[in-house]
């Protein structure tokens, strides 16, 4: 239980930020600060979405079986330079004691690869699927605010490894419906496309997730109906025109979510990465790489899910599933903590709003801070049947007796 009387954030009425709500919102309702431009600090409701949006992921991932490693966010300037990306602009460097340098991860094929060699010997260790969930540190000249590049945030990136280029597409495939799997879960599944972009290496196209937005920082064209998009920067080209001739496509905002990237041997081969083939011949290693921005993934759906009142926070990454507020003397404070007890014992989280403020407040609060359901216990409930329900995503309201308590709970 969450309670707001010991708590010591506090909601803003009004912020000067940006001219997106979404910024706004998450900061008028405790769930983030900014520390410097493009680098944010969580509060505890946004740790907490943050967390659930791993665990999110973390469930569809090791249901096709990637297993979870941490890397160090620190990179050896020896493994970036043998794939010569030492010398990309986004790459913050870090001064060691001894007067060499090395960097700050903006992605981590140089770390992985070389990692995961020491693990693979003959055919019968691959396929092989390893992620993290780790900071990822861009020096970005550009860095905009908001859902737009960052110079610090949180990625999903994991990396596949596969002893031919038709067992790589068998994993892609499935890692494509988890991708469809995880943003459903997040509430934005709907307006989630999988599109077509520009690659610089082994495969014509890289595909990218991108969610309609109208503060997106990309052009998409759009077939709502077949679900497939195409990133603005191809639609011009001939043969994109020739292949995709039978879609009807729209142009629409939309923000980058996720990207999957055919890496081929680019990153296997400079690292003298193979394995021994059933003929014990020494063969390539085909790699895959994915990324999900989980920060940015909260961005997006605050964008998405909100209201004129505030956030409308999906169940499954809700901070907490009920608010509850009490409204009178000590004995309805009493009532109020007996209900509180049954709720977490179902299994339940609870912000229990106790303060001695106006109503008029904790309403408008429990509206802005997107809890899923809210609780009232009054004095005038209390005397005439026992508690009022009322659900955030539709402003559904029901009284709450003794009968249908029960079945009220299944539904939270």
């Known amino acids: 239980m969450l309670k707001l009387s010991e708590y010591p954030f506090h909601t803003l009425r009004n912020t000067s930020w940006e001219d ?7 900061v008028r309702a405790w769930y983030i600060r900014q520390e410097l431009a493009w680098a944010y600090n ?16 973390r469930e569809h991932l090791e249901k096709i079986w990637s297993l979870e490693i941490q890397m160090t966010a620190l990179g050896s300037r020896d ?5 010569g990306r030492d010398q990309m602009e986004i790459l913050f460097k870090v001064p060691f004691s001894d007067g060499k340098y090395n960097f700050l991860n903006p992605t981590h094929e140089e770390i992985v690869t070389p990692l995961i060699k020491e693990f693979i010997k003959s055919y019968k260790d691959l396929p092989l699927s390893v992620f993290q969930i780790q900071s990822k540190f861009r020096n970005e000249k550009r860095a905009k605010s908001g859902i737009l590049r960052w110079r610090e945030f949180l990625m999903k990136d994991m990396y596949s490894f596969h002893t031919s280029l038709e067992d790589l597409e068998k994993y892609y495939q499935k890692a494509i419906q988890a991708y469809h799997d995880i943003f459903k879960d997040l509430g934005i599944g ?6 077509y972009a520009s690659w610089w290496t082994f495969s014509k196209y890289s595909h990218e997730f991108q969610t309609l937005t109208p503060i997106g920082e990309d052009t998409i064209h759009v077939d709502k109906e077949k679900k497939i998009a195409l990133n603005k920067e191809i639609i011009n ?6 292949e995709f001739s039978n879609y009807s496509f729209i142009e629409e905002n ?3 979510i996720g990207n999957i990237f055919q890496l081929g041997t680019k990153f296997s081969d400079p690292f003298e990465m193979k394995f021994i083939d059933n ?3 020494s063969q390539q290693i085909y790699m895959w790489c994915y990324g999900i921005w989980v920060s940015r993934c909260m961005w997006i759906v605050a964008e998405k899910l909100q209201d004129e009142k505030g956030l409308v926070r999906p169940k499954n990454i809700a901070p907490y599933d009920v608010y509850v507020i009490a409204i009178g003397d000590e004995k309805i404070n009493q009532e ?6 049954i709720l977490e014992n179902k299994g339940l989280s609870v912000i229990y709003d106790d303060r001695s403020i106006s109503p008029w407040i904790k309403f408008k609060d429990s509206d802005l801070l997107g809890i899923p359901s809210k609780i009232i216990v009054s004095e005038k409930s209390i005397a005439a049947w026992w508690y009022e329900y009322e659900e955030r995503s539709t402003w559904d309201k029901k009284i709450i007796t003794d009968e249908n308590f029960d079945i009220l709970l299944k539904t939270i």
């Not at 493994?79 to 794939?83: A, G, P, R, V, Y």
């Open 254 to 256: 939309a923000s980058e």
């Open 190 to 195: 709907n307006d989630t496309y999988l599109t």
């Open 279 to 281: 003929n014990w011949v």
């Open 20 to 26: 997106w709500e979404s910024n706004n919102i998450l």
């Open 336 to 341: 109020a903590e007996k209900l509180i007890s």
């Open 79 to 83: 493994h970036w330079e043998k794939t």
């Open 237 to 242: 080209d001939s043969d994109v025109k020739s």
């Open 42 to 57: 969580y509060l505890p409701l946004g740790f907490k979405v943050i967390e659930k949006i791993k665990k999110t992921i």
